[in-house]
Nanobody, 126 residues
Framework: QLQVVESGGGVVHAGGSLRLSCAAS????????IGWFRQAPGKEREGVSC????????FHVNSAKGRFTISIDNERTTVHLEMNNLQPDDTGIYHC???????????????????WGPGTQVTVSS
């Protein structure tokens, strides 16, 4: 059974960069859609970026456009989220999920996720 685990979080100053990874075990990520979302204390869960490995299409929320890049490695086992120009509002626990949604964009936008990894903490100081 496919499981995912996140890594790569840390503490950076505003304007800094981090590269998060979502690594699969039990199966590859081939034919899956992978979504990243974040959870900050006192805030609602917020989607960030998604990638559909069936055709390579991606989706980013407005706040991530132009700053975040999502990609999958050649082995199809790890998805990376490259985050640049990080700001304090990007602080939170970042989780990833891997599923096979019928409608990729709707799935990503509505955060209709069944399960996700334990997360990795991202802290951006001002």
């Amino acid at each position: 059974q496919l499981q995912v685990v996140e890594s790569g979080g840390g503490v950076v100053h505003a304007g800094g960069s981090l590269r998060l990874s979502c690594a699969a075990s039990g199966a590859t990520l081939e034919d899956y859609a992978i979504g990243w979302f974040r959870q900050a204390p006192g805030k609602e869960r917020e989607g960030v970026s998604c990638i559909d490995t069936t055709d390579g299409s991606t989706f980013h929320v407005n706040s991530a456009k132009g700053r975040f890049t999502i990609s999958i490695d050649n082995e199809r086992t790890t998805v990376h989220l490259e985050m640049n120009n990080l700001q304090p509002d990007d602080t939170g626990i970042y989780h990833c999920t891997a599923e096979k949604p019928i409608l990729f964009r709707t799935w990503c936008q509505t955060l209709n996720f069944d399960s996700w990894g334990p997360g990795t903490q991202v802290t951006v100081s001002s």
